[in-house]
C-alpha cells in the first residue's frame, strides 16, 4: 500500500496545475508543484524527527507562505494546493513502513510520470484541445445571440431568468477569450505560423467582432413596437434573419469540435433579400415621409444582421480553409499586447503583504483554520483526522459565496459517496468487485474536479472509501470518520470565513465599478477617435475593445458574487444593481456606436457632436470622482447641452425635409449618399441623446454607493 500512495500522490501533486493554458507555463507549473511537494514532504519529515512543536510551527508558516503563492494567478494557487496537499498527506505517510529516501523517491516518479504522460497528451492532442476551447467559444457566442434573441423578439415572461443567464454568459465568454488569445497569440509567436493556427485565430477574431455586435443590440424591443406600430409584423423576416446566423454558429462550433465539413454557401442568404422586400413593403402601404423613421430603424436592423451574417461566412470559409491571412491582425508585432500577462516578480508578492489584500487575509484564516483543525484531531484522537485538514483545505476559499458552494458540495458529496460505497460493501462480498468500481469512480472524480465539485466529491469519497474496503477489514466504521470528519472541516471553514478577517464583495464593488467606467471611456474615447480619423480600427481601439469588455464583465461577477454574500452585508444593493445595469447598458451603446463607424461612411464630426460627447465624458468623470471621495470641479453648463441636442435634432429634420423634396420631384428611389446621412444623422442623434442620458443617470446613482 506504501509504494502504491507515495507514488499516486506524485502524480496528484503535478496533475493540478496542469490547467488550460500555454504548453511552457502548463510544464513549469507541474515542475514547481512537484519540486514544492517534495521540499514540504522532507520539511516535515525532519521537523517532524527534531521535535514536536519544531513541526507545528513550520506547519504554520508552510501554510502560510505557499497560500501567498496565490498572488500569480490561478495556476499558482493550484501550485499552492499541491503544497498544501502535501503538508496534509504527510500525516498519511506516517502510516507507511517507508524510509524518508524511498517516500521521496516514489514522489518524484510518479511526479515524472504525470509530467511525461501529460507532455505526451499535450503534443499528440495538441490541435485538437485548442479546437475544442475554439468551439466551445463559438457555441457560447451562438448562446449569447440566442438569448438575445429570445429578449428582443419572443416577449419571454421569464425575462429576468434569461437576462441572469444572459449575464452569466458574458462573463464566461470573456474568461474563453482571455484563454484563446493566450492559446492562439501565444502559440502563434513561440511556434511560429502554421495553416491550422492561422484558421482557429482568424475565426476566433471574427468571433470578437461578432461579440461586439451582439452587444452593440439592446434587448428592448420596444423602439420598434412604437415605430412600426401595427406594422409590427415586418420584423419577422429579420427574425428569421437573425436565427439563420445563429443556426450556422452553430453547425461551425459542431464542425470545429468534430473535425468535419461543413457546407458553404456561395452566395449571401436570402434572407437579406427578404428583409429588403419587407422594407419596400412597409414603406408603400404607409407611404413617404411618414414611414421615414421606421424604415431607418429596419435598415440600421438589417446592416446590423448584414453584418453578422458576413462574420460568420467569413468563420465558415476560413474553416473550409479557403479564405487565409485576410486580417492583418496576424501579422502583427503586437499580438503580445493582446494577452493578458502574469507578473512574477517578487514586488507582487512584497505588495500583498497587508490586510488590504484579501490574498494576505485568506493565507491568515487558512493558517488558523488549519491549526484549529489539527488540534481538534488531536484532542478527540480520530482515526485518519487528517481528512478534517484535507476538508479545510479544500472547502475555505477567499470569499464567502464560494466557500459556502464548496462546504455545501463536499457535504453533499461525501454523504452520496458514501451511500454509494456503503451499498457496494452490503451488495458484494469481493474485494475484486469493490476495485472494479473504485479504479472509475476515482477517474470521474479527477475528470470533475475542477468542473463540477459535487460531482467529484461524490466520486472521489465512494472511491476512497472502497480502496479502504480491500485494505481493512472495518471498512464501514471508515464510512462512519469520513462523514464526521467532513462536517467538522466544513464547520471550521464556515466560522473561519464569516469571524477572520472576512472578505464581504460590498469592500470591492466601487472598486470594480471605477475600473469599469474608466474602460468604457478608454473605449468611447477611442470610438471618437476613429469617428474623427475615419481609418480602420487599430491595435490601441482593439485593446480598448477588450479592457471595456473584460471590465465589464468583472463588474456582473462582482455583483454575482455580492448576492451570495449573506443579506446582512449586501449593502446598497438596488444602487449596485442599477449601476452595473447602466455600465451594460452604456456599453451596448458604445458598441453599437463603434460598430456603425467601422462599418458606413460617416460625415466629418460636427460642433454639437464634440458638445455631447464632452458633457458624456464630464459625467462619467464625476462619477469617478464620487467613487473616489473627491469633489467636483466645475457646474454642468445644461443650456449649451441643450442647443447642441436641438441642432442635431433640427440637422436630422432638414435631412428628412432635403428628402421630402427629391420625393415630390419624382425621386423615389434615395441615392446611397442620402440614406447614409439619414442613417448616420437619425443615429447620431438617438444615440448621443441615449448615452448622455446613460451616463447622467450613472452620476446620479453613484452617490448612493457611498
Not at 499552492?80 to 500525516?91: D, K, L, N, Q, V
Request: aromatic share 12%.
Amino acid at each position: 500500500m506504501g509504494y502504491g500512495l507515495a507514488f499516486a500522490l506524485g502524480v496528484f501533486f503535478t496533475f493540478l496545475p496542469n490547467t488550460d493554458g500555454s504548453n511552457k507555463h502548463r510544464i513549469l507549473g507541474i515542475i514547481f508543484a512537484l519540486a514544492l511537494s517534495l521540499l514540504i514532504t522532507v520539511l516535515c519529515h525532519f521537523t517532524r524527527v527534531a521535535s514536536e512543536w519544531l513541526f507545528y510551527l513550520f506547519f504554520g508558516v508552510c501554510i502560510f507562505w505557499v497560500s501567498m503563492l496565490s498572488v500569480y494567478g490561478f495556476r499558482a494557487s493550484m501550485v499552492a494546493f499541491s503544497g498544501h496537499f502535501a503538508m496534509i498527506m504527510s500525516f498519511a505517510l506516517l502510516k507507511t513502513d517507508l524510509s524518508i529516501g524511498v517516500k521521496l523517491g516514489l514522489i518524484f516518479c510518479g511526479g515524472i510520470w504525470y509530467l511525461l504522460w501529460a507532455s505526451l497528451s499535450h503534443w499528440i492532442f495538441e490541435n485538437k484541445s485548442t479546437a475544442q476551447k475554439l468551439a466551445e467559444c463559438v457555441e457560447s457566442t451562438a448562446d449569447f445571440l440566442k438569448v438575445k434573441y429570445q429578449l428582443l423578439w419572443n416577449e419571454p415572461d421569464n425575462r429576468l431568468e434569461l437576462e441572469q443567464k444572459l449575464l452569466k454568459l458574458q462573463i464566461g465568454l470573456n474568461e474563453q477569450h482571455e484563454l484563446l488569445r493566450e492559446l492562439l497569440f501565444k502559440k502563434r509567436m513561440d511556434e511560429g505560423e502554421s495553416n491550422k493556427t492561422s484558421r482557429h485565430l482568424l475565426i476566433f477574431l471574427e468571433m470578437l467582432d461578432i461579440y461586439e455586435l451582439a452587444l452593440a443590440r439592446d434587448t428592448d424591443p420596444t423602439e420598434y413596437k412604437e415605430a412600426l406600430g401595427v406594422h409590427f409584423d415586418k420584423t419577422q423576416t429579420f427574425k428569421s434573419f437573425a436565427a439563420s446566423t445563429i443556426v450556422h454558429l452553430y453547425a461551425l462550433a459542431e464542425a470545429i469540435r468534430t473535425d468535419k465539413k461543413l457546407p458553404l454557401e456561395e452566395r449571401a442568404s436570402e434572407n437579406q433579400e427578404l428583409c429588403e422586400a419587407s422594407i419596400k413593403s412597409y414603406v408603400n402601404i404607409i407611404g413617404l415621409p411618414e414611414a421615414r423613421e421606421g424604415a431607418l430603424i429596419l435598415r440600421n436592423l438589417l446592416d446590423y444582421e448584414r453584418r453578422k451574417e458576413e462574420k460568420t461566412f467569413s468563420a465558415k470559409r476560413v474553416y473550409a480553409n479557403i479564405l487565409e491571412g485576410s486580417d492583418s491582425l496576424l501579422r502583427r508585432k503586437d499580438r503580445q499586447l493582446f494577452i493578458t500577462t502574469q507578473d512574477y516578480n517578487i514586488k507582487t508578492l512584497k505588495a500583498n503583504l497587508n490586510l488590504k489584500s484579501s490574498v494576505f487575509k485568506h493565507a491568515l484564516r487558512l493558517t488558523i483554520a488549519m491549526y484549529v483543525a489539527l488540534f481538534v484531531g488531536k484532542v478527540f484522537e480520530h482515526q485518519n483526522a487528517y481528512w478534517i485538514l484535507l476538508t479545510v483545505a479544500v472547502i475555505l476559499r477567499p470569499n464567502f459565496g464560494l466557500t459556502k458552494k464548496r462546504g455545501l458540495s463536499r457535504v453533499w458529496g461525501t454523504l452520496m459517496g458514501a451511500a454509494g460505497a456503503v451499498a457496494v460493501i452490503l451488495l458484494f462480498d469481493s474485494k475484486t468487485i469493490y476495485g472494479c468500481f473504485a479504479v472509475p469512480a476515482l477517474f470521474v472524480g479527477f475528470v470533475f474536479l475542477q468542473k463540477n465539485y459535487r460531482v467529484a466529491a461524490t466520486f472521489i469519497t465512494a472511491a476512497v472509501i472502497l480502496l479502504y474496503a480491500i485494505l481493512v477489514e472495518n471498512a464501514l466504521n471508515i464510512v462512519q470518520y469520513r462523514v464526521i470528519d467532513t462536517f467538522i472541516g466544513a464547520t471550521i471553514s464556515f466560522l473561519a470565513i464569516y469571524l477572520l478577517w472576512p472578505v464581504w464583495e460590498e469592500g470591492g464593488i466601487k472598486s470594480s465599478i471605477q475600473k469599469a467606467i474608466e474602460a468604457s471611456m478608454s473605449y468611447m474615447e477611442n470610438i471618437d477617435r476613429i469617428y474623427h480619423s475615419k481609418e480602420t480600427p487599430d491595435t490601441v481601439y482593439r485593446l480598448a475593445r477588450k479592457k471595456a469588455f473584460l471590465e465589464s464583465g468583472n463588474l456582473m461577477a462582482a455583483f454575482q458574487r455580492q448576492t451570495e454574500d449573506p443579506k446582512s452585508r449586501q449593502l446598497h444593493q438596488a444602487q449596485v444593481y442599477a449601476t452595473v445595469v447602466l455600465n451594460q447598458t452604456f456599453l451596448t451603446g458604445l458598441a453599437a456606436l463603434g460598430t456603425y463607424i467601422q462599418n458606413h461612411e460617416t460625415t466629418a464630426a460636427s460642433k454639437e457632436y464634440e458638445t455631447v460627447i464632452r458633457h458624456i465624458f464630464e459625467n462619467l468623470e464625476a462619477a469617478l470622482k464620487t467613487l473616489k471621495g473627491e469633489e467636483q470641479s466645475k457646474e454642468v453648463d445644461i443650456d449649451e447641452l441643450s442647443e447642441a441636442t436641438e441642432v442635431l435634432d433640427n440637422k436630422y429634420s432638414e435631412l428628412s425635409k432635403e428628402r421630402d423634396m427629391e420625393l415630390e420631384k419624382g425621386f423615389v428611389p434615395m441615392s446611397q449618399d442620402m440614406r447614409n446621412k439619414l442613417q448616420e444623422g437619425k443615429l447620431m442623434k438617438d444615440h448621443l441623446k441615449w448615452l448622455h442620458s446613460i451616463s447622467d443617470s450613472m452620476k446620479q446613482t453613484v452617490p448612493g454607493l457611498n
